[in-house]
């Protein structure tokens, strides 16, 4: 599967799970996008480390659920929790 099928399968699943309205569709796919240009970033400035590179995203992932927690209503961010491992799968490389 290709990045741009696994981010649309995110999105979807996101959709499905969570039953986004409008405007938080057009927020998380602007944080998720935000997110991987950050970490691609920083990734890239500790290629050749691959225990730096994990401490530099670190901060980023723990940015992205704050940024994805603060779009969601309260019954959305416990099914969001529950699900978190599946959602993290679609994200990895």
Not at 2 to 25: G, I, P, V, W
Not at 45 to 51: E, I, L, R
Request: proline share 2%.
């Amino acid at each position: 599967m290709s990045r741009k099928e696994k981010l649309e399968e995110l999105f979807s699943r996101l959709n499905a799970d969570l039953n986004l309205k409008a405007d938080q569709q057009s927020s998380l796919r602007q944080i998720v996008a935000d997110h991987l240009t950050q970490r691609k970033a920083a990734a890239s400035q500790h290629k050749d480390n691959p225990a730096a590179r994990k401490e530099a995203v670190r901060p980023l992932n723990q940015k992205l659920r704050q940024d994805i927690g603060a779009v969601l209503d309260a019954a959305q961010k416990k099914i969001f929790q529950s699900n978190k491992e599946a959602y993290r799968d679609l994200l990895r490389d």
